[in-house]
């Protein structure tokens, strides 16, 4: 197996980029920034809504914009196999901050995921993560602290806290896969139906936050 870091998004091989976003379509309920079932009626929309930021977080003309970079482990038929995107901090050359780490799971439970991060951490002091409250232990054993509540999540750190650039919402709400996905949810549900459907999910994703919120202070 071979560690590879992408610093330049133009030097990420197609064959890769396609590899990594197969991993994100049979991982998404993983990656999304709060709990989503597979049989919500949104999970189309947020699995669409992951890949558009990765995609765009590999493709070189929208990667410069924020910085991001790809850390990721190939097999031997120079297959990618897990990937980890992180995204440079705005306000220091050691800060970044930690988007999205996935692993196929035929190659869990074999040190890929802490492969990647030690290769992060060669790189960069301060490293910042939000994650579903399940993962803090695995976090914690990779070094992080728990922080403090981040929507949804629990934010995480290695050192200091730093500005890093995000996409806007805007641009993600653009994307084909984004607007392909919305486009299925009114067709199936109606307009009128599909509002409803996205305002119960924002007043769950409101409902989840405060309960993030708890959890930490408990915790805490």
Known sequence: MDVLHISDLTKLQQSHKNDILR???RNSAELMNRPVKTTHAMFGITSAWVLADIDLQLTPYMSKQIGSEVI???NENSKAIAFLTFTRSTDSSTACGLNYVCVDSK???QG???LMLDH???SYTDIALACFPSLIGMYEKHGFVMCEASEAQVAMRIGKEHTMNKFSQQLLMDHEAVKHASQLLISKYGPKKSISINELF???TIQISHNIERFVQARK
């Open 107 to 109: 190659h869990r439970k």
């Open 112 to 114: 890929l995921m802490r």
């Open 72 to 74: 990721l482990v190939t």
């Open 202 to 204: 924002d007043a769950e």
């Open 23 to 25: 991993l994100v379509k």
């Open 120 to 122: 992060l951490k060669s």
